[in-house]
Nanobody
C-alpha cells in the first residue's frame, strides 16, 4: 500500500501566501514524478505543478512566477509554496505521485485526499 497525505491548506487573503506539503509513504520502491493538481467547484481537475526525481519542473501558465514546487527525494515529500494568491486559486489541491510499490514492477498514480485552499477577503 502507498499512502499520500497533504497538509497546509486554509483561508488566506488575496496577495497572501500558503505552503502545501505532501508526504508519500508505505511500500514504495521508487517515485518518479510528484506534483500538485487542483479542482475548483464546477471545474475539472487541472495540473498546477510537477517535478520529476531528476528535478525537471513543469508549471501551469496560470501559476508561473507565483508558485514554487520543491521536492525531497530522500523523504518522499513535495511542497508547493504559493505566493501572490488570487481568488481564482481557490480550489481543492491534490498531491499526486507516480510510485512503484515493492510488490509491483510498474509505476502507478497515487492521490492524496485533497486540501482546501480558499483565497478571499
Amino acid at each position: 500500500q502507498v499512502q499520500v497525505v497533504e497538509s497546509g491548506g486554509g483561508l488566506v487573503q488575496p496577495g497572501g501566501s500558503l505552503r502545501l506539503s505532501c508526504a508519500a509513504s508505505g511500500s514504495i520502491s521508487s517515485i518518479n514524478a510528484m506534483g500538485w493538481y487542483r479542482q475548483a467547484p464546477g471545474k475539472e481537475r487541472e495540473l498546477v505543478a510537477t517535478i520529476t526525481s531528476g528535478g525537471s519542473i513543469n508549471y501551469a501558465d496560470s501559476v508561473k512566477g507565483r508558485f514554487t514546487i520543491s521536492r525531497d527525494n530522500a523523504k518522499n515529500t513535495v511542497d508547493l509554496q504559493m505566493n501572490s494568491l488570487k481568488p481564482e486559486d481557490t480550489a481543492v489541491y491534490y498531491c499526486n505521485c507516480h510510485a512503484r510499490p515493492y510488490y509491483s514492477g510498474g509505476y502507478y498514480p497515487y492521490w492524496g485526499q485533497g486540501t482546501q485552499v480558499t483565497v478571499s477577503s
